[in-house]
């Protein structure tokens, strides 16, 4: 029998101890970036003053950096102090949200889960109880009729918040907190904060929930809601923003320079902006796409890591448009539910009222007989229910009534929301009179304000959006 070529057995074993090490070392490495100072700072200052909030919400898109912000996060509120001889205080505990095994999260095993964590295995009954056995969390089956409840046994639950009292903790970070409403009812949602908010309340220790756009329905519920939570975007970087771009380049070198390989840093930062694509944008996609490249790049014992290295990792068409869709998707979504509350934005811009004192201000029982004449005189007289005020009549061609004074577009342009959204740019020039004014969303739709027809004089120098042939493209200022 004819035998066939075998490849090296070698292929496929892991990767000797040695290239092992570099390779965990760089997938160790976090780079500090911009959009991860800025949400660790505004999650701790938080976490140090809460004002009465009960819960914290970051939100980011997949793979933008979130669980490795949970993870600084974690690390900085328990590193030890000089002051205490080396004792680490338990600051934070940080939980890996499980996803559900059933259609309900299954808050049981979360308490289990936490109590583990902070090295709490049995609690006070007439009996020791193991908080790992399964048999002894077994909860009472509800009459038939009844809409089944999360699974939860209170035992448990008075456990796991007097070991969070004992510990003196600040707070409990929750990453991939989006399992926690994953149901179809719509109530889940609002169940599950009162019930996170509930927790706070009994113990004192913040809850921060930091996961994708799902979690988006935690914010706003309702008014009680709104108040005792704050929430936090953890956004990508855009290629329309300058700094973004930068901010990104500076993130890209950083992570090239960890390589421990050769690496042509000037050849492959000339190419910067087919990495920003690459990863739409996320550090965290970036950072996974060159962990992928040295592998192969360790595996094929070469002692430069190449741009086909690089090439041969990126995250297939399928997945990157998948991933790209929905972070514009949440993006939209969060920025407008961000941009509500324009109304006191406006207001606090207005300027001071105060009202004009008159000089010397008199009584009205002191007014004189004459002064009493001379107001009686500059009063309107009173006219009958029904007559109209008196008015001049127009002279020429008069505008018929009712005829408003803007131009005659008004229909829903045929502009990306998301685009829209994306560039920071909301004057867009009407492709009916060329006057440039705000657009705004109406609908899921953008739509030109209602704005008089431009006159003679040109159109000024500003960004906007304009209708060139079909396309709606962004005319950026000149400079």
């Not at 120098?461 to 396309?471: A, K, P, Y």
Request: hydrophobic share 35%.
């Amino acid at each position: 029998m004819e035998e066939f070529a075998h490849p090296s057995d070698d292929l496929n074993d892991p990767l000797p101890p040695e290239p092992q090490a570099l390779l965990d070392r760089f997938k160790a490495y976090a780079v500090w970036h911009p959009r991860l100072l800025q949400v660790r700072t505004q999650v701790l200052d938080t976490i140090w003053e809460p004002a009465d909030v009960a819960f914290v919400v970051v939100c980011g898109p997949s793979g933008v950096g979130k669980s490795k912000l949970a993870e600084v996060l974690t690390r900085r509120l328990n590193t030890p102090k000089p002051e205490l001889n080396g004792h680490i205080p338990r600051r934070a505990l940080l939980i890996n949200t499980r996803p559900p095994d059933g259609t309900l999260f299954h808050r049981t095993d979360f308490y289990q889960k936490g109590l583990a964590l902070l090295g709490k295995t049995t609690f006070d009954r007439r009996i020791k109880v193991d908080v790992t056995t399964a048999e002894h969390m077994v909860e009472k089956k509800r009459p038939k009729g009844k809409a089944t409840g999360y699974p939860d046994n209170p035992e448990v639950r008075d456990a796991y918040e007097e070991e969070l009292r004992l510990q003196a903790l600040r707070t409990v970070i929750l990453d991939e907190a989006q399992h926690l409403i994953q149901s179809g009812d719509d109530k889940q949602p609002k169940d599950q904060l009162n019930w996170i908010k509930s927790m706070t309340t009994e113990t004192g220790v913040l809850h921060v929930l930091i996961g994708t756009y799902d979690l988006l329905p935690f914010c706003n519920l309702d008014g009680q809601m709104a108040r005792r939570g704050s929430e936090f975007h953890f956004a990508r970087y855009h290629m329309e923003d300058e700094n973004d771009c930068q901010a990104f380049r500076n993130a890209y070198l950083s992570l090239l320079k960890q390589i421990p390989l050769n690496v042509d840093h000037d050849i492959l930062m000339q190419r910067w902006w087919y990495f920003f694509e690459g990863s739409i944008g996320c550090i965290g996609i970036l950072k996974q796409w060159l962990v992928r490249a040295l592998y192969r790049a360790l595996r094929e014992e070469s002692a430069e890591l190449t741009r086909a290295h690089l090439e041969q990792s990126v995250l297939p068409d399928a997945k990157w448009e998948r991933m790209r869709a929905d972070a514009r998707s949440g993006e939209a979504e969060f920025q407008y539910a961000d941009g509500q509350n324009s109304y006191l934005s406006n207001l606090a811009s207005m300027p001071t009222f105060v009202p004009k004192q008159p000089d010397d201000p008199a009584p009205p029982s002191t007014l004189s007989p004459k002064d009493v004449t001379a107001e009686q005189k500059t009063r309107k007289p009173k006219r009958r229910v029904g007559e109209p005020s008196p008015r001049r009549d127009q002279v020429g061609t008069a505008q018929a009534e009712g005829e408003a004074a803007h131009c005659s577009f008004s229909v829903p342009i045929q502009l990306e929301v998301v685009r829209w959204l994306e560039s920071t740019v909301q004057e867009v020039q009407c492709p009916t009179c060329g006057s440039v004014s705000k657009a705004r969303l109406k609908e899921q739709s953008v739509v030109i304000a209602p704005h008089p027809p431009r006159k003679s004089r040109p159109v000024r120098n500003v960004s906007r959006w304009m209708l060139q042939g079909t396309e709606w493209v962004l005319v950026q200022k000149k400079e």
